[in-house]
């Protein structure tokens, strides 16, 4: 499949991203693709993405997505939850959102990630499906290079999420993250998305920002001291 730019402020969207969802594939099928060389990137991560307001002053929106990268064979495979944030967390989040302001996971909220990151519940997103294109920077197209918001990136990561009927769900999302720079507890950079809402013509609404990825295995271990007193406060943690 071809990926292309279809505005500076969208970004890169599949070809005819504006046609119906796909409805014939099981929930969550995930597939993706890499071209040219890419960092490392394994492990279990959190990316917040912070979306921009008008004025810019301020955020308009704070978003949270869990993912799974893996290299089988070598070759990266990313896979994008489908399941629930630990109740402090997704109220911190619900809490930024609420009164608009700038917000950063704690290592305690990591480390708490990183420890339920197996059994976090299942949820029903109504995702049918995700394309995920991981590019570095010696393999981008003109579109990419040209893009504004992707100057100086070393790798572009690209999400198609298209939904199932029904439900009032959108027809799809696209998700851009464009890896500025490196971080030790992963990476942070430009964002961009799209999303598509089911109306008689389709019109991508489209926002612009920033992110962070958290890789957990970065994340300090919890200390003797802490996890004694996790036991007392009745956390239960081991």
């Given at each position: 499949?071809r990926?292309?730019?279809?505005?500076?402020?969208?970004?890169?969207?599949?070809?005819?991203?504006?046609?119906?969802?796909?409805?014939?594939?099981?929930?969550?099928q995930?597939?993706?693709?890499?071209?040219?060389?890419?960092?490392?990137?394994?492990?279990r991560?959190?990316?917040?993405?912070?979306?921009e307001g008008?004025t810019?002053?301020?955020?308009?929106?704070?978003?949270a997505?869990?993912?799974d990268v893996?290299?089988?064979?070598?070759?990266?495979?990313?896979?994008?939850?489908?399941?629930?944030?630990?109740p402090?967390?997704?109220?911190?989040?619900?809490?930024?959102?609420?009164?608009?302001t700038?917000?950063?996971?704690?290592?305690?909220?990591?480390?708490?990630?990183r420890?339920?990151?197996?059994?976090?519940?299942?949820?029903?997103t109504?995702?049918?499906?995700?394309?995920?294109?991981?590019?570095?920077?010696?393999a981008?197209?003109?579109?990419m290079?040209?893009?504004?918001?992707?100057?100086?990136?070393?790798?572009?990561?690209?999400?198609?999420v298209?939904?199932?009927?029904?439900?009032?769900?959108p027809?799809?999302?696209?998700?851009?993250?464009?890896?500025?720079?490196?971080?030790?507890?992963?990476?942070s950079?430009?964002?961009m998305s799209a999303?598509?809402?089911?109306?008689?013509?389709?019109?991508p609404?489209?926002?612009?920002?920033?992110?962070r990825?958290?890789r957990?295995?970065?994340?300090?271990?919890?200390?003797?001291?802490?996890?004694?007193?996790?036991?007392?406060s009745?956390?239960?943690?081991?």
């Amino acid at each position: 499949m071809r990926w292309l730019l279809v505005g500076p402020t969208v970004g890169l969207i599949l070809a005819g991203a504006f046609s119906s969802a796909r409805c014939g594939e099981p929930p969550a099928q995930q597939t993706t693709q890499v071209a040219g060389t890419v960092p490392d990137l394994v492990g279990r991560w959190l990316v917040v993405a912070e979306v921009e307001g008008p004025t810019k002053t301020e955020p308009a929106a704070t978003t949270a997505a869990l993912w799974d990268v893996s290299a089988p064979g070598g070759t990266i495979d990313v896979t994008r939850r489908q399941v629930g944030l630990p109740p402090d967390l997704k109220q911190a989040v619900e809490r930024a959102n609420k009164e608009r302001t700038h917000w950063e996971p704690s290592v305690r909220q990591l480390q708490d990630l990183r420890d339920a990151w197996q059994n976090l519940p299942v949820i029903d997103t109504g995702v049918g499906h995700v394309e995920t294109k991981v590019t570095g920077s010696d393999a981008f197209d003109s579109v990419m290079k040209g893009e504004e918001r992707m100057k100086g990136a070393r790798f572009i990561i690209q999400q198609i999420v298209d939904f199932l009927p029904g439900g009032g769900r959108p027809i799809k999302d696209v998700y851009i993250y464009g890896g500025l720079e490196e971080r030790p507890d992963g990476w942070s950079g430009s964002y961009m998305s799209a999303g598509v809402a089911p109306s008689p013509v389709p019109i991508p609404i489209t926002l612009n920002g920033t992110f962070r990825a958290y890789r957990l295995e970065s994340i300090p271990q919890r200390g003797l001291l802490a996890r004694i007193l996790d036991v007392f406060s009745g956390c239960g943690r081991r």
